[in-house]
């Protein structure tokens, strides 16, 4: 009698083919690094909460590498002439001297205008002359970042700013914002829309206002719209002003690369003691947007040429993402400031 050499079903040619296709395909992903790699968890809060931020290692990964720092320019000597005595028409760091003058100078070069050159901001036939917009712009920024780094530590601390915080190398940062007007509506009910229905980046691509920026970011309007008790008594925010602080946090959701619990408990967002020590620090951005914008941004109107304002005909503003960018601290918490205490930060030990 022959023995039977007929395979089972289960091993039929068609099977062994599929599970041969499977381990090849798991092989190749494998060789090429085509694995989700585990997220990593950070409890945010107290146990049981849900609390918790989730990174995805990739992301991180690109995080680090567009936020990697400039080496600083050797330090200069506060010693031996004024700038004042070497240069004419210095009128923001007059107390500084010609080196460290110098060095800041070439330092935003480097962090604002590394291809353009001197020539972005001066007259190089002339630097005393005062032609170029982009040189009285300079000027107001200077003021901003010392005032930032000396009347702001409740938001940014010890570790401070400087120009490179916010351009990384370009001309223009890459996160400023205009007013948004919308797209042109019909009269009647639908112009009354309140400016929801139109996703874009600032609402995260949601229905909800497409500029919360205007009111929250650039004017004293309330931003608080939880009500602290169950049934209030009295008429509360209007759900137009509620959706519009739902859109702002969204924004700033999304400028640091963190969930709602990095700073609030959702189990009640209104509730400060449960709320995490983050949600301080957030507090202080949003008036320091505030003033920055009202007090910096919004006069330099006048200063800009056409091409360079909204379709409004405002200026340009700042947020959370032009700082930020995509992560809780501005270049991961590194301090460049400290290496500059010529632009107000608190120098290095």
Known sequence: MKP????????????????????VTVAVFIKL????????????????????????????????LANALPDPIDKASPDGDKATAVYSNVQVLKDLSADQFNRVMLSITEWVAPEQ????????ENLADDSLYTKKVARKMLEMTRHIN???????AATGVTCYTCHRGNPVPANIWYTNPGPTRAAGFAATNDGLGHPNAINGSTSLQGDPLTPLLDSKAPIRVAATQALPGAYGAPIQTTEQTY????????????????????????????????????????????????????????????????????????????????????????SMAKDYPELGGVPAP
């Open 4 to 23: 039977d050499l007929t395979l089972p079903k289960y091993l039929s040619l068609g099977y062994i083919a599929a599970v041969t296709g499977i381990l």
């Open 33 to 64: 690094g085509w694995v989700v790699e585990r997220a990593h968890i950070t409890q945010n809060g107290y146990r049981g909460t849900a609390m918790d931020q989730i990174k995805r290692p990739e992301v991180e990964r690109m995080l680090k």
């Open 117 to 124: 050159g001197c020539a972005y901001c001066h007259n190089v």
């Open 150 to 156: 000396t009347d702001w530590k409740p938001h940014v």
């Open 247 to 334: 859109s702002l946090m969204i924004h700033m959701s999304d400028s640091l690369g963190v969930n709602c619990t990095f700073c609030h408990n959702s189990r009640s967002f209104s509730n400060w003691s449960e709320s995490t020590p983050q949600r301080v620090t957030a507090w202080h951005g949003i008036q320091m947007a505030r003033e920055l914008n009202m007090t910096y941004l919004d006069p330099l109107k006048g200063v800009f040429p056409a091409n360079r304002l909204g379709v409004t005909g405002d200026a340009p503003k700042l947020d959370c993402a032009t700082c930020h960018q995509g992560v809780n601290k501005p270049l991961l918490g590194v």
